[in-house]
């Protein structure tokens, strides 16, 4: 079970960046998956998630300017960032679990199992 995260880059305030995460290993669309973030000095936190029945969740600061979505066909889950500001400045990281939780605990990094690696996104003010 792999997951790998990419599209992290540095963009201007206001500009736009598209993450990826692939698996290879297992179906995605079987799993929940989340991102997440982890500016310097800060704890890692849930950004948005994706249930396996589409179902979607996003914290409050980046609702309205990020999109998550799936692609079964290409095996990953998207998370399109728009309207960027520096405070998104983070290393982001994508993650899966099988069990579906509630919405009080699915921004939790502790309820996911399976974890890629990170990709910088760097804002630009």
């Known amino acids: 079970v792999q997951l790998q995260a990419s599209g992290g880059g540095e963009v201007p305030t206001g500009g736009s960046l598209r993450l990826s995460c692939s698996a290879s290993?297992?179906?995605?669309?079987?799993?929940?998956v989340g991102w997440f973030r982890q500016a310097p000095g800060k704890e890692r936190e849930g950004i948005s998630c994706i249930r396996k029945n589409g179902d979607t969740l996003y914290a409050d600061d980046v609702k309205g300017r990020f999109t998550i979505s799936r692609d079964p066909a290409k095996n990953t889950v998207y998370l399109q960032m728009n309207s960027l500001k520096p405070e998104d400045t983070a290393v982001y990281y994508c993650a899966a679990d099988r069990m579906q939780y509630s919405d009080y605990v699915r921004l939790q990094p502790l309820y996911y199992a399976y974890w890629g690696q990170g990709t910088l996104v760097t804002v630009s003010s």
């Open positions: 290993g297992f179906t995605l669309d079987w799993f929940a």
